[in-house]
């Protein structure tokens, strides 16, 4: 008996079903040793003593199987009823989100939009207060004093135009995130891509779809055989 054995089982003297099996199969278990020390088959004999001791360790781990079974399903069965009490209020919750997430959406949507247009203004604002400042800096003339404070002035301003676009760009709505969309417009093209930018990927999906259909149809370019081998 383990620290893992549910309550019921190997507790109050009831039997452990794992060590009931284990013990009824014990001559069996010692015998597998015996022969698995590393050496290997070498007459019709051996194979024979060999063969028989995997027909009784075919029933012996079926026994086992159905020992694990009563063992775990008492508390597979609670954990499956727990996880469905506590799936009615996480359920609920979701549902909540969702329906909080629809309702606020289109007027997030509209407020995202309308903080693009606005830095795409801001930026447009900048990017013409720079060649304002620019153009005036070129035309003034360097002897004239209010001229030379002009476009100093209006290279200030250009420079609080740029802060105010930065700003403008990073003003976010929160609660909002990017969802990445995508269609194949020509599959040809895109297995084309693959082939050139990421053939290991290409290969791999091969190699998978041979393994898991060689068997039902010949496959061009895929070499199917088979072999006895024991078990």
Not at 132 to 150: I, K, P, Q, S
Not at 165 to 179: C, H, L
């Amino acid at each position: 008996m383990n620290d893992l054995s549910p309550a019921g089982i190997g507790h109050n003297g009831a039997p452990d079903p794992i060590e009931e099996v284990t013990a009824a199969y014990d001559e069996l278990l010692l015998e597998v040793s015996n022969w698995t020390d590393g050496a290997l088959v070498e007459n019709e004999a051996q194979h024979d003593a060999v063969a028989d001791l995997l027909k009784q360790f075919k029933t012996y781990k079926g026994e086992l199987a159905r020992a694990a079974k009563q063992r775990t399903d008492p508390l597979f069965k609670l954990w499956k009823a727990e996880v469905a009490a506590v799936k009615v209020y996480t359920d609920d919750a979701e549902t909540m989100q969702t329906s909080l997430v629809a309702c606020v959406a289109p007027y997030k949507a509209k407020l995202a939009e309308d903080k693009r247009a606005a830095e795409r203004a801001a930026w447009e604002a900048a990017d013409k207060a720079r060649r304002d400042a620019e153009a005036m800096a070129a035309a003034a003339n360097a002897a004239d004093l209010e001229a030379r404070r002009e476009v100093a002035a209006a290279k200030q301003a250009a420079l609080d135009a740029q802060k105010a676009a930065s700003a403008a760009s990073k003003d976010k709505v929160p609660g909002m995130r990017s969802v990445h969309h995508f269609e194949v417009t020509s599959h040809k093209e895109l297995i084309n891509d693959i082939l050139q930018n990421d053939k290991a990927a290409l290969v791999q999906f091969l190699d998978e779809y041979a393994r898991r259909n060689h068997r039902a149809r010949d496959i061009q370019g895929v070499r199917s055989w088979t072999t006895k081998e024991a078990f």
